[in-house]
């Protein structure tokens, strides 16, 4: 049984301007960290007032992990000649949580299939060579709940687990929201199973 990974990989800044060329069109490349598929648009739409005399505007990205979720445009270009190639690269370097455009002007030659491809794979593959790749948890959160008389046992959990606070209300009870790594994710709900009175809620068992 191989063991879960618990990391992804992205990059951490949008990276520099990239270009290909091929018998008189042009491709420019770039790659973007995103979080939300709303940012797609707002890029495209930054790119296309720096590009707008451009043919052609192809984009892939891809979110998350598990699930991911990804979309491939070829944006007028032959079916599967751009987004595809340029997703395909996303794979290749195994990245999630990025968007690459590649800006397309057209020489006066037709390319072909294969050109077209070849074109945009290579202005993805060009962007990604130039962006800084990064390492990152996947974490869970859950909640722990408890009375006053248990702070201090709670918060020395907290400390020896290396637990992340990400919000608390305290209140008449207390309630505060922790994160940990995935892979560290049971022994930190384990910890917590000597003190009887503090109630840990997984997110399974109560909506965020």
């Known amino acids: 049984m191989t063991e879960e990974k618990d990391f992804y990989k992205t990059i951490s800044q949008p ?3 990239v270009l290909y060329k091929e018998k008189n069109s042009k491709f ?3 790659a973007f960290p995103i979080k939300k598929e709303e940012q797609v648009k707002e890029i495209l739409d930054q790119i ?3 590009h707008y005399n451009a043919r052609h ?3 892939a990205f891809q979110l998350g992990t598990d699930p991911v979720y990804y979309r491939a445009n070829d944006d007028g270009e032959p079916s599967n000649t751009a987004g595809a190639p340029i997703y395909g690269q996303i794979q290749s370097f195994d990245l999630t949580d990025i968007l690459i455009v590649v800006v397309r002007y057209f020489g006066g030659v037709k390319l072909g299939v294969g050109g077209l491809i070849t074109a945009y794979r290579a202005a993805a593959q060009m962007a990604l060579e130039e962006a800084d790749i990064i390492e990152c948890t996947i974490d869970k959160k859950f909640k722990v709940r408890f009375d006053y008389k ?3 046992n709670v918060m020395r959990v907290i400390k020896e687990r290396n637990l992340q606070l990400v919000q608390q209300k305290l209140e008449m009870t ?3 929201e922790l994160s940990i790594r995935k892979s560290e994710y049971q022994q930190a709900l384990d910890a917590f199973v000597p003190y009887y009175e ?3 809620i997984e997110p399974s068992a109560e909506d965020y």
């Open 150 to 152: 248990d702070m201090n």
């Open 174 to 176: 207390c309630e505060i």
């Open 48 to 50: 296309k007032k720096v």
């Open 28 to 30: 420019f490349g770039y």
């Open 57 to 59: 505007w192809c984009y």
């Open 15 to 17: 990276t520099e301007e």
């Open 198 to 200: 503090v109630k840990v």
